[in-house]
């Protein structure tokens, strides 16, 4: 069995490192934007910010970064794992290191944002960590083009992961009861104010990007217009389940 070290990285030559495990991460080219500039990686190091780098037997495999927060929470800003490290519990090891550095500082909380389309990336912020949304952020970072983004609208979901945080519930095994906001063909529908509801996503937004990208941007459009709006109105999300619906709640709703 593969030994797991995490640890904070520091130093020229581990932060080019990381750096380079970023751009692979995220299949960036020649004139994309990295991930994350490696002057500001290197900021973030010395001026008490968090860098963190995951080894799998000695090799860097995953590497996260960020900075504190005027609320004194520790804000995630970019986090990647090797593609031959993925189901290996690096990303969870990695965040359980950024939760417990967090804490030893006295901050309150570990904040990041992702992309409310990437179904695998919901599944484990909300139903693995137990992460909460706080808000939908329209088209949050602008135009992106590193790779993985497709200089579309960048709409991302803010969410905080309190450093005192109980295991997260199991997750829904379904999503039969609500009502459909967003159904499986990326179709809005409205809900007259039912207490609880439910949001699909597309099962794997990333090939639409390269296939269909016209249908990725509808289904960009859709979940602003359905997410968003449902939480703009007061809803918050309560759970993800594993065939990729978001699970809504207002007023008490279960």
Known sequence: MAELLIRSLDGTAALRRADRL???VWGTRPGDDPPL??????????????????????????????????????HSHVAGVASGARGRG??????????????DRGLSAVSWTFDPLVRRNAFFNLARLGARVVAY???????????????GPSDRLFVTWPTWAAD???????????????????????HDGAGVLRCATPADVEALRTAEPREALRW?????????????????????????????ARGGEK
């Open 137 to 151: 952020l329209p088209d949050f970072y602008g135009p992106m083009h590193d790779g993985i983004n497709d200089g």
């Open 168 to 190: 997260p519930s199991p997750a829904p095994d379904g999503a039969e009861r609500g009502v459909v906001v967003v159904d499986e063909s990326g179709t809005v529908h409205g």
């Open 22 to 24: 970023l751009r692979e």
């Open 37 to 74: 500039a490696l002057d500001l990686m290197c900021a973030f190091a010395h001026t008490g910010g968090y860098v963190g780098g995951a080894f799998l037997d000695g090799e860097l495999a995953g590497v996260a970064a960020g900075f504190i927060a005027g609320d004194r929470s520790l």
């Open 220 to 248: 960009r459009a859709a979940m602003e217009d359905g997410l968003g709006g449902a939480l703009a109105q007061g809803y918050e999300v309560t759970g993800f389940t594993r065939g990729g619906w978001y699970l809504l």
């Open 90 to 103: 690096v990303g969870r090891a990695l965040k359980e290191h950024q939760r417990a550095w967090a804490a």
